[in-house]
């Protein structure tokens, strides 16, 4: 039922240029993405990006495309699971997913996942909509349709586990 960081990948949706400025608390939902993204690397969890028709809305932000393994370009509003195929087929069926606007491509993409049985976790503090009621009712539908509403907090003392852990305090260092 935990996060492990062995069999999970991070897909951060469309944080882009030109739609990050209407989302709701940007600067808390981008830190929290970028602390995700930071985190997965030092533990070796693939990230991939995704963006929604880039010429229109601009690529991710900097601090995001910056930690993504590969960036997947979409029109669809959801990202479906053949898209993610090849790290999928690395034994990686937990997805972790944050991203913007969490009522719609975050929605459907985790929708996606889920009707194709992956493991989904939604990180609710490093998602974002322009309105509040719309993230915060995505939120209740993903979870009525099994997905795990969860923390940054919460996903990377799971992906580490022991306080022992060789990145501990790297990790631990992210949080301050």
Known sequence: MLANAETS????????????????????VLTRA?????????????????????????????????????TLLKTTFGTAAREIETVLAQGRHELVLAGCETHVCLLQTAMNLLEAGYRVRVVADACGSRFAADRELALARLRQAGADIVTTEMVLFEWLHDSLHPQFKAVQGLLK
């Open 9 to 28: 990948t991070l897909i951060l949706i469309d944080y882009q240029g030109r739609l990050m400025p209407a989302i709701a608390n940007t600067a808390e």
């Open 34 to 70: 970028v602390r995700l993204g930071k985190a997965a690397q030092l533990l070796g969890v693939p990230v991939i990006g995704t963006e929604q028709r880039p010429e229109k809305i601009g690529h991710n932000v900097a601090e995001i495309a910056g930690l993504c393994d590969q």
